[in-house]
């Protein structure tokens, strides 16, 4: 029997995790991350050229996008700890609410919900949404983000010629943020920030490049692995 979302609530108390998203400077760094515990999203699994499974991995998708859950599904199924963070349609075509999907049951079927949310706002990307929350409840003390450039442009920032795949350009093909998201983005990774340092964790930025980096601040990957 698959454990409960609610099982996970605090069992990794102390302990540092890396949280990924899919922007170019990751292919630089998640090589480096193989003894450390990771929670990777998403497109992760589309790098042709993966290192390693990621300890934890989370899918956040509308709950109407079917074929983008079963293949992410299948494609990650091999990692033990998977988590789903659908998001329903309502009337008028925007979006719903969130809500935590069991494994157990696979991510298509009835949902679940938790007796005790993690305590900050999902108005942020997949890292922040699906990764750094769960990561917090879980009880890692230091999180550190990996991947999130928030970027307003497609451009390359590295060339990762080994991480393409048949099906789909990882790291080759960007989202693009405008200003007005980009600030929203960055509330929400302060509302985290704050909320976590007033449980006696950090939320510390490695990503190298772009506007997290600007204006969250920075701390180099190797600094970290250092201590």
Same mark, same amino acid.
């Given at each position: 029997?698959?454990?409960?979302?609610?099982?996970?609530?605090?069992?990794?108390?102390?302990?540092?995790?890396?949280?990924?998203?899919?922007?170019?400077?990751?292919?630089?760094?998640?090589?480096?991350?193989?003894?450390?515990?990771?929670?990777?999203?998403?497109?992760?699994?589309?790098?042709?050229?993966?290192?390693?499974?990621?300890?934890?991995?989370?899918?956040? &998708?509308?709950? /109407?996008? %079917?074929?983008?859950?079963?293949?992410?599904? #299948?494609?990650?199924? +091999?990692?033990?700890?998977? $988590?789903?963070?659908?998001?329903?349609?309502?009337?008028?075509?925007?979006?719903?609410?969130?809500?935590?999907?069991?494994?157990?049951?696979?991510?298509?079927?009835?949902?679940?919900?938790?007796?005790?949310?993690?305590?900050?706002?999902?108005?942020?990307?997949?890292?922040?949404?699906?990764?750094?929350?769960?990561?917090?409840?879980?009880?890692?003390?230091?999180?550190?983000?990996?991947?999130? &450039?928030?970027? /307003?442009? %497609?451009?390359?920032?590295?060339?990762?010629? #080994?991480?393409?795949? +048949?099906?789909?350009?990882? $790291?080759?093909?960007?989202?693009?943020?405008?200003?007005?998201?980009?600030?929203?983005?960055?509330?929400?990774?302060?509302?985290?920030?704050?909320?976590?340092?007033?449980?006696?964790?950090?939320?510390?930025?490695?990503?190298?490049?772009?506007?997290?980096?600007?204006?969250?601040?920075?701390?180099?990957?190797?600094?970290?692995?250092?201590?």
């Amino acid at each position: 029997m698959a454990p409960t979302l609610e099982s996970y609530q605090g069992s990794y108390r102390g302990e540092r995790l890396f949280v990924c998203g899919n922007a170019p400077s990751l292919g630089l760094a998640y090589p480096l991350l193989k003894d450390e515990y990771t929670f990777a999203c998403n497109y992760l699994m589309y790098w042709k050229a993966l290192p390693f499974l990621p300890s934890f991995y989370g899918i956040t &998708e509308p709950l /109407d996008h %079917k074929q983008r859950w079963e293949r992410r599904d #299948d494609m990650s199924k +091999d990692i033990e700890h998977r $988590f789903y963070l659908a998001r329903s349609k309502i009337a008028d075509g925007r979006s719903g609410d969130w809500t935590w999907l069991p494994k157990s049951t696979g991510p298509l079927m009835h949902s679940i919900g938790m007796s005790q949310r993690p305590p900050f706002a999902t108005a942020g990307t997949t890292p922040l949404n699906i990764g750094v929350q769960f990561g917090h409840y879980m009880g890692f003390k230091n999180i550190y983000i990996l991947g999130v &450039e928030l970027s /307003d442009n %497609k451009e390359h920032v590295y060339e990762m010629p #080994d991480a393409t795949s +048949d099906e789909y350009p990882y $790291f080759q093909s960007l989202y693009a943020f405008n200003q007005s998201r980009k600030q929203q983005l960055l509330d929400s990774f302060n509302e985290a920030k704050r909320v976590i340092e007033n449980n006696d964790g950090t939320l510390v930025n490695c990503t190298p490049v772009g506007y997290l980096k600007e204006h969250f601040g920075f701390t180099p990957i190797e600094e970290v692995l250092c201590k």
